[in-house]
């Protein structure tokens, strides 16, 4: 019976040593063993590498730079749950400042809670009180290749595409709008057809026409009033019968010099421009998935010039691409394989992958399969941020970001059932204790 005590003894000792051998950090247990950390991600656009701002509660809780795509991200760890108030704003490499966005969130507690706030446009205004039928100047930066639409008295009345740095500038014409005052808004979209928020409000005055018998401005290289002379206009760009796939198209074309041309699909009319100095015109225009047929006219004085030669097209565009990731926010253990899974929605195979694991490595494969299955391990613990990017055989772009944190200690669940083996041996011992000396009774 001596020795049955000795080998509970030993036993018992060899856990304990297993148990409290190593000491565990509470910086290094994986939060997905407890209850899960309360984490606040705040994300979206503006223009590239534009300087952003975050606030919550009217006090400043970080700062970070948009990528050269305009795309920021910053993750607030150990947030209180409930509601809070965030407050977004950009400076552009410009020093143009975007309209402050303020949004009410309720921070779930034990989870991830993720604010999108896709920054508005900046804007600058040029003259604001118009003559009659003057055009009004506006300019500004988003992000690169977005579109930006123009809202006058809540109607839209223009789309203009940025370029590769996010600038954008639009020239609108005023004729046909009433005098007095005017409102008006720009908001940005993307290949995806997400939106922007609006700007805030801007007020322009158009003045009423002259009563009296004056003559017009005379814009040099211009046409004369009457109209004589004024050219039909040439579509130069796209030619005739082509197949298109992107979302959107830029018209171009020679013209006179210095007249508003007039573009059309068919009766419809897609907006208008005014040919440069050399008489060089292009209008950007969204398009469906159909055939066009595109006409165009110069204007000048009030008298316009027939309707060029029709020009067909057809547009065939790939569904919209996005990134469907059932779960963006992980918790592992050092050496321990984490697996990302995602769905690719839209879009036309094949389709190249590229993640970035945040930790320096990178991944890049094509397939035709919509399902993405990645395994990365990582050998060090810490908080990393990543992102998986999806391209497509249209050249369309997708983008989603996921947080992982390492930690590297022992894990609770393990020590705990290691404690709970103590308990049970002792339990074990005390019984085998207690039989022993009901025994060594009855034989005294």
């Not at 994300?43 to 400043?60: C, E, L």
């Not at 970035?356 to 993405?372: K, L």
Request: glycine share 8%; proline share 7%.
């Amino acid at each position: 019976m001596l020795r049955i005590r000795w080998a509970a003894l030993l036993t018992l000792l060899c856990i304990l040593a297993c148990c409290i051998g190593q000491p565990v950090k509470a910086d290094d247990v994986s939060v997905t063993i407890g209850v899960g950390d309360t984490i606040l991600v705040v994300q979206g656009k503006t223009s590239p590498n534009a300087f952003v701002t975050i606030s919550r509660d009217g006090a400043v809780v970080g700062t970070t730079n948009a990528d050269a795509a305009g795309i920021y991200s910053q993750t607030f760890p150990a947030q209180e749950p409930g509601l809070h108030q965030i407050h977004v704003v950009a400076q552009t490499v410009n020093g143009r400042q975007t309209d402050t966005i303020s949004v009410i969130i309720n921070i779930a507690e034990h989870a991830t809670t993720t604010a999108d706030i896709f920054l508005p446009p900046t804007l600058v205004v040029g003259q604001t009180d118009l003559a009659h039928d003057e055009p009004l100047q506006i300019q500004g930066e988003t992000c690169p290749d977005c579109t930006v639409t123009v809202y006058i008295d809540d109607a839209d009345v223009t789309l203009v595409a940025a370029d590769a740095s996010g600038n954008w500038n639009a020239s609108i014409s005023t004729i046909g709008f009433s005098s007095g005052e005017h409102s008006f808004f720009v908001r940005a979209s993307d290949s995806l057809g997400a939106q922007s928020y609006p700007t805030t409000l801007r007020r322009f005055v158009l003045q009423p026409p002259l009563t009296s018998a004056v003559p017009g401005p005379t814009v040099p290289g211009a046409p004369g009033a009457d109209g004589k002379g004024l050219s039909i206009p040439v579509i130069t760009f796209p030619p005739g019968g082509i197949t298109w796939t992107q979302p959107s198209i830029t018209v171009r074309g020679t013209a006179d010099p210095n007249v508003q041309i007039e573009l059309f699909d068919d009766q419809t009319s897609l907006g208008s421009v005014w040919s440069n100095s050399n008489g060089e015109w292009e209008l950007p225009i969204f398009l469906q998935s159909k055939e066009y047929t595109l006409r165009a006219r110069a204007c000048y004085a009030g008298v316009c010039s027939p309707l060029s030669e029709s020009l067909f097209f057809i547009s065939k565009i790939a569904a919209p691409l996005r990134i469907e990731l059932p779960r963006s926010a992980f918790s592992i253990r050092k050496d321990q394989p984490l697996d990302l899974l995602a769905t690719i929605q839209g879009g036309e195979s094949p389709f190249k992958i590229t993640v970035d694991w945040g930790d320096g490595s990178t991944q890049s494969s094509n397939q035709s399969n919509p399902q993405v299955d990645l395994s990365h391990v990582y050998t060090r613990s810490g908080n990393y941020a990543g992102w998986l990017e999806v391209e497509d055989t249209h050249s369309q772009r997708s983008k989603v970001y996921f947080t992982v944190k390492v930690g590297s200690g022992v894990p609770i669940v393990p020590m705990a059932i290691a404690f709970g083996m103590v308990l049970l041996i002792l339990g074990v011992y005390t019984v085998l204790l207690h039989r022993h000396k009901k025994l060594n009774l009855k034989r005294g």
